[in-house]
């Protein structure tokens, strides 16, 4: 296969407390660490065992979003990424934009194998990937957890309420991760050095003449609730007892 495309979303690092605006408007995003979207990472990193394996000759990482986002498309690059590409956009963009924008570089770079997180951990969405598959109108394995390449056929291993569910695909198609693919490499320094001389195309959104208006109304975002503070029991007599005095034992 000649190439591989990885597509990888900024989103706030998962470590960070999210915090909700004030006025329920969105939540807090400025001056807070920001990463590779996890899921993305394991994506990546398939990418790149393929590649190492022989199986693909480029990796490109594509990510729609502000100029700052090729911060995280350096870290791709210094995790092994070939080259990559920025759609340079400040808006916030629901699923069904950024598949079609997908499409549009799908269309110009004709990868054998599209590569996503099965959800950003900001929007929790689960569907770019799919709906990247129907406009492409081209296969989807998503929830991966093994990838196998056998010529002009991907096999997929799911993760699926029942167990594991192993599924063919025809390539070209739309992969998925999930948590269990891979672990991904670290990023070592004269990686980050050798990063800096390859490419980013930064591409303007409005070049691609795709329809980007929403097409949701988020109506408001809630803090959860509180959780009560839990209590320490030494012995099971104790638990039993705690549980009895609450009702939630007989
Ligand atoms: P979602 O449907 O929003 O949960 O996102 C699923 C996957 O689509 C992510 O894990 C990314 O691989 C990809 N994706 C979503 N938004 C973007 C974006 N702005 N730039 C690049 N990839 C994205």
Known sequence: ???????????????????????????????????????????????????????AQEVVAVSIGPEDAQQQLRTALAMGADRAILVQTSAELEPLAAARILHQIVIREQPG??????????????????????????????FASKLELNGTVATVTREVDAGLEVIEVD???????????????YVKLPDIMKAKKKTIDVVAIDSLGVDVAPVLRVTRYDTPPVRSKGGMVKTVDELVTALRDRGLLA
Request: hydrophobic fraction near 40%; aromatic fraction near 4%; charged fraction near 30%.
């Open 1 to 55: 296969m000649q190439k591989i495309i990885v597509c990888l979303k900024r989103v706030v690092d998962y470590n960070v407390r999210i915090r909700v605006k004030p006025d329920g408007s969105g939540v807090v995003t400025e001056g807070l660490k920001m990463s590779i979207n996890p899921f993305d990472e394991i994506a990546l990193e398939e990418a790149l065992r393929l590649r190492e394996k022989g199986q």
């Open 113 to 142: 194998l599209v590569l996503l997180g099965k959800q950003a951990i900001d929007d929790d969405c689960n569907q770019t990937g799919q709906m990247l598959a129907a406009l492409w109108d081209r296969p989807q394995a998503t």
């Open 171 to 185: 390539l070209p198609a739309v992969v998925t991760s999930d948590l269990r693919l891979n672990e991904p490499r």
